[in-house]
């Protein structure tokens, strides 16, 4: 083993710090002095590259790991499969006798390689998610994709805006060609972001709960040999890193980690996902069990490490066997490189010439892309041992449990200071011209642009589509009335005055717009955006987020089934967002829900549907400005007042929502959220069709003390229903019942105005075609033609 | 996969297709036995097919145009004897630019390139567009539309970014419109053939939406007609006569499987097969 | 002054349309014994007006480098080349051609099969859209951008350099254009002239090139 070995014992810290540095691995010196205490002498180069990626951050979640366990709830009734793998799993409809529809997702970011190249940052993004579903054996059947840009109009605009038509581009590119729909996103511009965007991706799977697959080697390797089969793209350098840059700030030079910039195929990706789809139905066919993982951070090295170890193996390598690219790679850049669009199985001896064959001749990888293919790489072995020979030499060889047991950090936090003052509201300010600023904000307009970049009908499962509603909804069984839902939410103005309130806002935002169509919260992800955690102040943030999220799935729980949580079954954490300056992003913890709708033919678009219908508020406006829309673009502040979660009101509402669509009553809905009420409305009106009109009588709120403005721009979470006139009655019973607020906006006439009234004084009336010029075009005249990137410097 | 496709509808699978399920889906729901059939199979046994569609995605990525490289593969010998023999060969929108890149539409001059899927010309943006879109049937030349009647508006979506038929050669265009060979035109909901974005939502010559040959039996189209077979896949706010189907069938799952506006392209096949 | 400029960009990664288009000439439409190297470039071939050569380059870099819609140096390597309409205004009479960037277009050959003693043409063939608004738009964008420099005319397309075997400089441009000009299901690849046009832009005998 003195080869290629990396002398640590015995050597001062300067020069293992040095000779770290040279080798441009991101462990510390303690780190690298715990490699020793494991391996039990000096590691090889590639035993310490191994470990310089599991052990960063991306990989071993050694900052957070605690925390997530602390608070957050990931076991409930509906859980098959709970954080650990790749993705989460739930159950969410029978299939057969004695067996289950499974909802299967999972939630990253990709913030980083986005910043640095966009449309392929963001293409591999949606890459690597739609693999971690995949590999669960699933049909992906979704993605979602929370983005966060800098300000469009300040000091770093051009440049945000380029980043922002890069992103949005990368994952129409990766996600339209692999044939999966995107079923929303949100966008949110913010001058937080200046320096560091967001590209956050969820996607989503289908699969029967006998048909799942496992990231494991299966038991049956006791009995029978396994081989491991590396299939897909030919190895290279092109990720060699990625994982450890994930867990970096953004250099001064941005160029200067473009060696861990992923290059995106979603050709081969698509070849080989129906090639992936005929391995595991014959495996099915013939009863064979495999293990089956993808290539992500740390490539081979981790993927057959975990594979083996959550089995209860080891396993020993041979990188001569691995189809690499053109050029000279060390067995350190084999083992490790993030190239992308490949797997791993683990599959026993007889069954691998079927394998092969499926992927080789078949599918003809090698003449899909040049060098792809599937190959025997090593074996599985009984004896817990790890070991990568390379060129007839033993190149790594240690305890399987010792590479993947990874390390934790215990964090220090420091509780931050923030001093936040509310705005002295100005009564001669004109509500009319106020709003028409709001609805043209590129935070409230209408994302219809971004979102005609992105197919939404491939797959034809499509019921609700992006924008339509606030949560896109699938028939996701041919035949069954079940739909599926799903919404993305984090508010980073929230976090910002409370970072508790950050996380818990999400929950309760996400779990309600997935409500809105008639679904009933039934899983959420989760993934944190955070600055960097050696930050005492940052990583209270983080911790303090968590802390919001945990007590929001526990407040609203599953519903229908008491006293169990809202599980957490999959998440990401994405440290080390900040930029050229220091200057680290808001606490952005972004929530994913999904939902599960009993008759997805209940399920509306928020859009105004018929003359005389009844609308009504559910939920009461508080003075709960802070953060909002309004006080940010009128009063240029932040306020101080940001909503405050209120689980119990929150899981209220949602069961009273849920129970309109279950009667049959719901013609349209909208959760309120940014903008506010009156922003809410002008929503469900642009898009009514025909076009219809609305007074709301503010006296209705007769009760409340709030001035006109704070009613109509309060974000407090409720919502608007449209339903139909004559069941006032039973409205009321229902909402008594179920201890909500109930007020009566108004009905629907066909003059196409939206009016405020105040008893017998107009607060402002404006005209609904105007309104819906002015709301299309928000967005669409920020990103206008041009195409590319242009840098500020 | 399976291993015979006499009497059956052959979806082919070129590598990078991604619509070829949900086809296989809607010809079935039409009444027709289908199947997928991969792109490097035996030729011999497409020759056996009833009828071949090919779907839409983005068969080898698009790269170079899209459609140019499936257009150029083996199997695509077969199809052309296929389509000269007279039998059905639908192109749905990556299925429609390999039909033009391999010159049997227009067809005229047989696998003569006489067309092209060009980019799409849009007033505010480039690139790929996805949206529901109306077309309206013209005249009853093409056996892939024998269940509409002239002058019917379809709603349905279209998903590319090269849809644009165009042709640097003004006889050709004549020849295509004598011909009444443009069976599929852009359109307003109410049937107005307006020629800018979005209506026509790529900037295609005579706003046309799908062009089949003078035969009638080669059908290429750039909207989705399989993502508009059932009732569920149409939005409830869309324009036109649909909406209120589509909104009567709100709290009435049985009604969101009952047939959408697109299913009549497959089932013209039933018709045309079966009687 | 007036000055014609060439920018040149190429991927640093493999350029998959190329390995596609390489295949699919070789073994779908039987060019395997003609066609011995590929490789794609995107070109933009501007007249500028300025006051020096020197000014001119340094400004169009300047820009073009920080633009991504012509190039992304995390992913591209570029060759700027600026051309004096007068050559003799350079006092050394060298200072009418001026070069940035990290490529050599000039020296960029990718052979891929066996050389051996054939007779190789290089061509390289331009393909551009026709009435496309994207020259105006290009030409728009840098113009927003440059300071003391007007970009006056602009070509934008894409450059396929293709290595053939061929008996005569004619002979190669035949070639070059059976392989590129799409007529029929079986004759040709990278262009549609329904929507795009082709230009043999230089053809090099390379042979005479090495004698040289």
Redesign the interface.
């Given at each position: 083993m003195s080869k290629g070995t990396v002398s640590i014992k015995g050597k001062p810290d300067s020069e293992v710090k040095e000779s770290l540095s040279e080798y441009g691995f991101n462990i510390t010196v303690a780190e690298a002095r715990r490699v020793v205490e494991l391996v039990g002498r000096d590691p090889t180069l590639v035993e310490l590259t191994i470990f310089n990626t599991m052990w960063s951050e991306h990989c071993s979640y050694k900052s957070s790991a605690k925390v997530l366990s602390e608070f957050l709830p990931t076991e409930a009734s509906n859980v098959v499969l709970g954080p650990g793998e790749d993705a989460g799993v739930i159950r969410f409809a029978p299939a057969g006798k004695d067996d289950s529809y499974c909802l299967v997702i999972a939630h990253e970011s990709h913030n980083h390689p986005s910043q640095?190249?966009p449309v392929?940052g963001a293409a591999t993004g949606i890459g690597g998610i739609v693999r971690d579903v995949y590999c669960m054996g699933a049909d992906v059947v979704g993605v979602l994709d929370p983005l966060r840009f800098g300000d469009p109009n300040g000091e770093n605009g051009q440049e945000s805006i380029?980043i922002a038509r890069?992103v949005i581009?990368g994952i129409?590119?990766y996600g339209?060609?692999?044939?999966v729909p995107n079923l929303g996103g949100d966008l949110i511009f913010d001058g937080g972001y200046d320096e560091n965007c967001l590209v956050n991706v969820v996607a989503v799977g289908l699969i029967k709960e006998s048909r799942l697959i496992r990231s494991r080697v299966p038991d049956e390797a006791k009995r029978t040999p396994y081989k491991l089969i590396l299939v897909g793209k030919p190895t290279d350098d092109?990720g060699f890193g990625g994982a450890a840059f994930a867990s970096e700030d953004l250099a001064d030079e941005?160029?200067a980690d473009?060696g861990a910039?992923q290059?995106p195929?979603?050709?081969l990706k698509?070849?080989l996902t129906?090639a992936n789809r005929?391995v595991l139905d014959l495996a099915h066919e013939k009863g064979v069990k495999v293990g089956f993982k993808d290539l992500g951070a740390g490539g081979i090295a981790c993927v057959t490490s975990e594979m083996a170890d959550a089995g209860g193996f080891g396993a020993r390598l041979n990188l001569d066997r691995v189809n690499l690219?053109t050029g000279d790679y060390s067995p350190s850049v084999i083992s490790c490189s993030e190239t992308q669009e490949r797997y791993c199985l683990a599959v026993p001896e007889d069954f691998v010439d079927d394998v092969l064959a499926i992927y080789n001749e078949?599918?003809?990888l090698p003449?899909?892309?040049?060098g792809a293919g599937a190959f025997v790489i090593g074996d599985v072995i009984n004896e817990k041992i790890y070991r990568i020979e390379s060129g007839g030499e033993v190149v790594c060889e240690t305890p399987v449990g010792v590479i993947t047991t990874g390390i934790s950090y215990d964090r220090e936090k420091k509780t931050g200071k923030r001093i936040f003052n509310e705005p002295e509201l100005d009564p001669s300010r004109s509500i009319e011209e106020d709003f028409l600023k709001i609805i043209s904000s590129p935070n409230i307009a209408s994302r219809n642009?971004v979102f005609?970049?992105?197919?939404?009908?491939?797959?034809?499962r499509?019921?609700i589509?992006p924008g339509?509603a606030d949560a896109g909804v699938i028939?996701p069984i041919?035949?069954s009335?079940i739909g599926l839902a799903f919404s993305v939410d984090g508010n980073s103005y929230y976090g910002r005055v409370d970072p508790y309130q950050g996380g818990a806002l999400a929950v309760c935002e996400a779990a309600r717009n997935v409500a809105a169509v008639g679904a009933v919260p039934s899983t959420v992800t989760d993934c944190l955006n955070y600055g960097n955690p050696e930050y005492p102040e940052i990583f209270w943030e983080f911790y303090e987020g968590v802390r919001g999220i945990g007590d929001a799935c526990r407040g609203i729980g599953l519903i229908g089934k008491e006293g169990e949580p809202l599980p957490v079954v999959s998440g990401n954490v994405s440290f080390y967002n900040q930029g050229k300056s220091g200057k680290a992003i808001p606490p952005t913890p972004v929530i994913a829900c999904a939902g599960v709708v009993e008759?997805?033919?209940?399920s509306?678009?928020i859009?105004f549907?018929e003359e005389g219908s009844s609308v009504f508020l559910i939920g009461e406006p508080l003075d709960e400005l802070g953060g909002s829309e309004y006080y940010r673009l009128i009063y240029n502040t932040s306020g101080a007042n940001i909503p405050q979660a209120d689980f119990i009101r929150e899981r209220n509402q949602i069961k009273t929502i849920i129970d309109m669509h279950g009667l049959?009553w719901i013609r349209a809905c909208h959760d309120i959220s940014q903008g506010g009420l009156i922003t809410a409305l002008a929503e469900m009106a642009v898009?009514a069709?025909p076009a219809l009109g609305l007074t709301v009588n503010l006296d209705e709120f007769g009760g409340t003390a709030l001035e006109p403005e704070k009613l109509l721009f309060s974000e407090t979470g409720s919502f608007v229903v449209e339903l139909p006139g004559g069941i006032e009655r039973k409205v009321l019973a229902l909402c008594a019942r179920n201890r909500v607020k109930l007020f009566r906006l108004g009905y629907l006439v066909s003059r196409p105005k939206l009016n405020i009234i105040a008893g017998n004084e107009r607060l402002a009336t404006w005209d609904i075609a105007e309104l819906r010029d002015i709301y299309m075009n928000g967005c669409?005249s920020i990103?206008?033609?041009?195409?590319?990137?242009?840098?500020a410097? | 996969m399976p291993d015979n496709f006499s009497g059956k509808v052959a979806v082919i699978q070129f590598p990078g297709v991604n619509c070829e399920s949900e086809t296989v889906r809607a010809v079935r729901a039409a009444g027709l036995e289908s199947g997928i059939f991969r792109w490097n199979m035996p030729p011999r046994l497409l020759g056996e097919a009833l009828a071949v569609i090919l779907p839409g995605g983005f068969s080898y990525q698009d790269r170079i145009r899209a459609g140019v490289v499936a257009a150029k593969d083996t199997i695509m010998d077969k199809l052309s004897d296929f389509a000269r023999d007279g039998k059905p060969v639908l192109g749905i929108c990556n299925g429609a630019q390999v039909l033009v890149e391999a010159g049997f539409i227009p067809g005229m001059h047989w696998e003569k390139i006489d067309l092209a899927l060009a980019p799409n010309v849009m007033s505010d943006r480039e690139g790929y567009y996805c949206n529901w879109v109306h077309i309206r049937v013209e005249g009853n030349n093409c056996l892939w539309m024998n269940k509409y009647k002239e002058g019917d508006i379809i709603p349905v979506p279209v998903a590319h970014a090269e849809g644009r038929f165009v042709t640097n050669d003004k006889d050709i265009i004549n020849d295509i419109r004598k011909n009444n060979q443009i069976v599929l035109r852009y359109c307003t909901e109410s049937g107005d053939l307006d020629s800018s974005f979005p209506v026509n939502p790529n900037g295609s010559v005579e706003n046309a939406a799908g062009i089949c040959n003078p035969q009638g039996n080669v059908l290429a189209m750039m909207p989705h007609p399989e993502r508009a077979s059932w009732l569920r896949q149409v939005p409830e706010d869309i324009s036109g006569k649909w909406k209120a189907k589509r909104r009567n069938a709100c709290c009435r799952p049985e009604k969101m499987e009952e047939e959408g506006p697109g299913l009549a392209f497959f089932a013209s096949l039933v018709k045309e097969m079966v009687g | 002054m007036k000055a014609r400029a060439k920018l040149w960009v190429k991927l640093k990664v493999t350029d998959l349309v190329v390995e596609t288009a390489w295949l699919t000439l070789t073994e779908k439409l039987e060019f395997g014994d003609i066609l011995y190297g590929l490789a794609k470039y995107s070109c933009w071939f501007m007249t500028c007006e300025g006051s020096d050569s020197e000014s001119i380059i340094n400004a169009l870099d300047r820009v073009i480098s920080l633009d991504s819609a012509f190039t992304n140096q995390n992913k591209h390597k570029y060759s700027l080349i600026v051309e004096g309409e007068n050559r003799s205004s350079g006092e050394d009479g060298k200072e009418g051609v001026l070069r940035r960037g990290d490529l050599q277009p000039e020296k960029d050959f990718l052979f891929r099969v066996e050389v051996g003693s054939a007779e190789l043409y290089v061509c390289d063939c331009l393909v551009s859209e026709l009435e496309s608004d994207k020259d105006k738009s290009y030409a728009d964008r840098l113009n927003g951008r440059l300071d003391g420099v007007f970009v006056s005319e602009m070509r934008a397309g894409l450059v396929w350099r293709m290595i053939v075997r061929a008996d005569s400089k004619d002979d190669a441009a035949e070639k070059v254009q059976k392989m590129a000009v799409t007529r029929s299901r079986r004759e040709g690849l990278l262009l549609n002239p329904h929507y795009q046009e082709f230009e043999i832009i230089s053809t090099l005998n390379l042979s005479e090139r090495s004698r040289v």
């Open positions: 640095v190249l392929e380029a890069g581009d129409a590119q339209n060609a692999l044939g092109s941005e160029e473009r910039v290059v195929d979603p050709f698509r070849v129906v005929r690219a078949d599918y003809e003449h899909i892309y040049h642009y005609r970049h992105y197919d939404s009908e491939v797959q034809g499509a019921v589509r339509e028939a041919h035949g009335k008759d997805y033919s209940r509306r678009s859009f549907k049959g898009g069709n669409r990103f206008g033609k041009q195409e590319g990137r242009i840098s410097r | - | -």
